[in-house]
């Protein structure tokens, strides 16, 4: 009976293995981060989601930027669009969806705390949601 347990218990582990590589697999490619825009300009501390933002550093999509007391960033996302986030700020991009070319079919933004100037891309007014 010990035999048939131990058997078991080898078949449950390598299935448990096997699942396990599947969903890294499938589950990677979602996780990536998508490059959205460039930093154009930070003073003092401005945080994304590695860390600290530096001039010229990639922002992405479902990415949260926050500034400390004396921080201040600006921002250009891929379709021309300029955002600056002022001092104790924190703002998330929570969706970026390019129509196929240079302008986006959709882009959100949260801003949960702070202040903000937006200036909006060549993309149509009506796919911009703050």
């Known amino acids: 009976m010990a035999c048939a347990t131990t058997s078991v218990r080898r078949s449950w582990r390598a299935l448990l293995v096997a699942a396990g590589w599947c969903l890294a697999l499938v589950a990677a490619p979602a996780l990536a981060a998508v490059e959205v825009g460039k930093a154009v300009d930070i003073t003092v501390s401005v945080t994304g989601q590695d860390g600290a933002i ?70 149509d007014h009506s796919a911009y949601n703050i």
Do not use: C, M, Q
Request: charged content about 25%.
């Open 54 to 123: 530096a001039r010229g550093g990639a922002i992405h999509r479902d990415e949260r930027i926050s500034t400390n007391a004396s921080g201040v960033g600006a921002f250009r996302f891929d379709d021309g669009t300029k955002l600056a986030v002022g001092p104790n700020s924190s703002v998330v991009i929570d969706n970026y969806i390019l129509d196929g070319g240079s302008k986006v079919k959709e882009l959100s933004l949260g801003a949960t705390k702070g202040t903000l100037r937006w200036i909006s891309g060549k993309s």
